[in-house]
């Protein structure tokens, strides 16, 4: 099995992505611009905008930042207040911004192959019971957000410590080369 059916990369695979922080905006601009993907929709929490053929997703963040919103961006049509977008069809979904986003009212309703949780706790647990008895599989948020997790426990002893990034690689280097030379 490949990651979408029996294809092995992502090529114009089809992704929508719930929310366009820093998470789901990065996953979207890496998606479309490094691997070939089609960000055909992305929703937020005032609606939602789609273009099947693909989201111009740097222009639609400049959009965002002139406009406070992702609606009535020109590249895509607009469904204001409606938070049905993550049922529609696509490769991978991609929720990255709230908690329990699908649910045992919704679950039934997702038509994605792939659900990529890239945020803490997208799917309860019995919507994750439903998702996987009807085929659809998902990446619990533990594997795809770790990385995250990892930079940001760095960033946190970087603070309390109050030692650059640089000096901490210098000092492991520094022990590194110490038992080279001199043994344990």
């Not at 820093?22 to 929709?41: Q, T």
Request: glycine residues 12%; contains cysteine.
């Amino acid at each position: 099995m490949g990651i979408v059916g029996e294809r092995r990369d992502l090529k114009g695979a089809s992704v929508i992505v719930q929310g366009f922080g820093n998470v789901g905006y990065h996953a979207a601009k890496f998606l479309s611009e490094d691997d070939g993907a089609r960000i055909i929709l992305i929703a937020e929490r005032d609606g939602y905008v789609a273009n099947p053929e693909g989201l111009a997703i740097e222009a639609l963040k400049q959009h965002q930042l002139r406009t406070g919103s992702i609606l009535g961006f020109d590249g895509a049509t607009s469904f204001a207040g409606d938070m049905t977008g993550l049922e529609q069809p696509c490769d991978i979904l991609i929720p990255a911004a709230m908690e329990n986003t699908i649910h045992v009212e919704n679950a039934a309703r997702i038509k994605a192959h792939l659900i990529a949780e890239a945020v803490n706790g997208p799917v309860t647990f019995q919507a994750d019971q439903m998702l996987r008895s009807g085929g659809v599989t998902v990446l619990p948020d533990l594997y795809v957000n770790a990385g995250g997790v990892v930079v940001s426990y760095f960033e946190w002893v970087k603070n309390l410590t109050h030692i650059p990034f640089g000096l901490m690689e210098r000092r492991r280097r520094e022990r590194r080369n110490h038992t080279i030379c001199h043994g344990s």
